[in-house]
């Protein structure tokens, strides 16, 4: 018990460490290297992106050597869940934030969903971030640690032809809320949902996604602009760092889309 504490303490006081699922590029990148700028070491997960993911870490290291490490993983693969945690507990044994921040994204309109489609935006989305957050919740209570969930405004209010896609965020909201009761008072469980930050990327149906598409999404955000990485990177940082008495809550981070949709 004496030592346990004493470890505790000992963690409490070193390099806090971050795990970041699905970090290679875009939103997930710039969450690395804010928190990476806050001091952070920082485990970037990916799954396909090892390139992308591996000169992210390279950058990060040569700032400050043995900062960023890289673990590889398809959340698709339900044994990837615990193992994917201790590796990443093994980077610097500690773990202080995991951020479930990978997804999947893609419409599925009524009558031609798949189970395939099911599991897969299912597993991204809401699956993975429950079972990653189960296999390193005894880690994150050793360091008083967080979890972020990375949910989006149509977690609560659904698009078109998403049914899957906004079902599995709206379940990870309802996870964040969960997981903050249970977890607590060691553990803080938070979400951030991000409006129109970045177009979807890639070669989807939505990679293209119409121009009068994103200027109707425009029209319907009160600040009249998409917003950036960094203001979601920004406020996870406030909530990890800052919010010592916010947990179970899920912040709009979307310049008014939701008060609009
Ligand atoms: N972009 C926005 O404007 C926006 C709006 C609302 C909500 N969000 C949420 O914010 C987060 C970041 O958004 P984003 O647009 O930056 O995400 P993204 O580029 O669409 O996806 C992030 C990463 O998720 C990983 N991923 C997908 N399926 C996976 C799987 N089965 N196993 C492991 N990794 C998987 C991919 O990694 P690899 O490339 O390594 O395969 C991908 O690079 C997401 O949770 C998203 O739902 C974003």
Same mark, same amino acid.
């Given at each position: ?58 950058? @990060? ?13 398809? @959340?698709?693969? #339900? ?6 945690? #201790? ?27 798949? @189970? ?58 309802? @996870? ?5 009761? #249970? ?79």
């Amino acid at each position: 018990m004496g030592n346990s504490n004493a470890n505790s303490a000992t963690k409490k006081a070193g390099i806090k460490t971050a795990m970041i699922t699905g970090s290679a590029k875009r939103v997930g990148a710039v969450i690395a290297q804010t928190l990476h700028q806050a001091g952070y070491n920082v485990i970037i997960h990916c799954r396909l992106s090892r390139q992308a993911a591996d000169e992210l870490a390279a950058a @990060l290291n040569s700032e400050r050597p043995d900062s960023a490490k890289v673990i590889q993983g398809d @959340l698709n693969i #339900e044994t990837v869940y615990n193992s994917l945690i #201790e590796q990443a507990f093994q980077c610097w044994n500690r773990l202080d934030v995991l951020i479930n921040n990978a997804s999947s994204f893609y419409p599925t309109p009524i009558g031609s969903i798949t @189970l395939d489609d099911w599991n897969n935006l299912i597993n991204s989305n809401m699956k993975a971030p429950l079972f990653l957050a189960q296999a390193a919740a005894p880690y994150l209570k050793q360091t008083q640690g967080n979890i972020i969930n990375m949910v989006d405004v149509h977690g609560q209010r659904p698009m078109k032809e998403h049914t899957v896609y906004c079902a599995a965020k709206a379940g990870l909201a309802m @996870l964040t809320m969960s997981l903050a009761k #249970e977890l607590g008072p060691d553990i803080r469980v938070n979400g951030v949902a991000p409006g129109a930050i970045l177009w979807p990327a890639g070669d989807g149906p939505d990679g293209d996604m119409p121009e009068h598409t994103k200027n109707l999404i425009l029209e319907r955000t009160s600040l009249k602009r998409s917003g950036k990485p960094i203001d979601i990177a920004k406020t996870i940082l406030f909530l990890i760092r800052d919010a010592d008495y916010i947990t179970g809550q899920v912040i709009a981070v979307d310049g008014g889309r939701s008060i609009n949709i």
